[in-house]
């Protein structure tokens, strides 16, 4: 199990982590619009998943631009972000920051996406940042738990991941 820090106090991540390899764990968020959003609604495509404790902080926000930048370049793929930010508060900072290529999605409602990938933060209810590339069979061929919350991904190695994909 990955040891995470958040400002470098150790944190307690609940649910199983995923490693590569791994069939892929469903999930259920929502969408911007309180639809329900599932893994499986995007079978057939690669997804790569970034998830930030809360995107409208500076870190969080530098993640999702870099990814919204990457995407329009990688083909047959979905970049999802996923936070425990409300669906309201998602939805004005993308149109606020003209973030378009990518896909917020809300875990607010029971951590079903924290709890499935173990990256939900039992201390602070937020999601650990990391970063996963599941291919179009739904296995998990890229995982990053970033150790210290406060830190920047892998951009290089994920994109890369999903390249291969």
């Known amino acids: 199990m990955t040891q995470v820090t958040f400002k470098q106090q150790p944190v307690t991540l ?4 995923v490693k ?11 969408a911007n619009d309180l639809s329900e959003v599932k ?4 079978k057939g495509k690669t997804r790569l998943i970034s998830v930030v404790p809360s995107i409208d902080t500076g870190v969080c926000d530098a993640q999702t631009r870099r990814f919204n930048e990457e995407a ?53 209810r937020l999601l650990a940042r990391s970063v996963f590339v599941v291919d179009a069979n739904n296995q998990v061929v890229y995982a990053e ?15 890369e991941a999903a390249k291969k994909a």
């Open 39 to 42: 893994l499986d609604d995007s």
């Open 145 to 159: 738990y970033v150790n210290e919350v406060s830190e920047h991904p892998n951009y290089d190695a994920a994109i």
């Open 20 to 30: 590569v390899g791994d069939k892929a764990p469903n999930f259920t968020v929502l």
């Open 14 to 17: 609940k649910g199983t982590q």
């Open 72 to 124: 329009a370049s990688l083909e047959n793929t979905v970049v999802l972000t996923i936070s425990v930010d409300l669906p309201f508060a998602q939805k004005r900072w993308c149109a606020a920051e003209g973030i378009e290529n990518v896909q917020t999605l809300s875990d607010h409602r029971d951590l079903s996406f924290g709890e499935a990938y173990g990256v939900a933060i039992e201390e602070l």
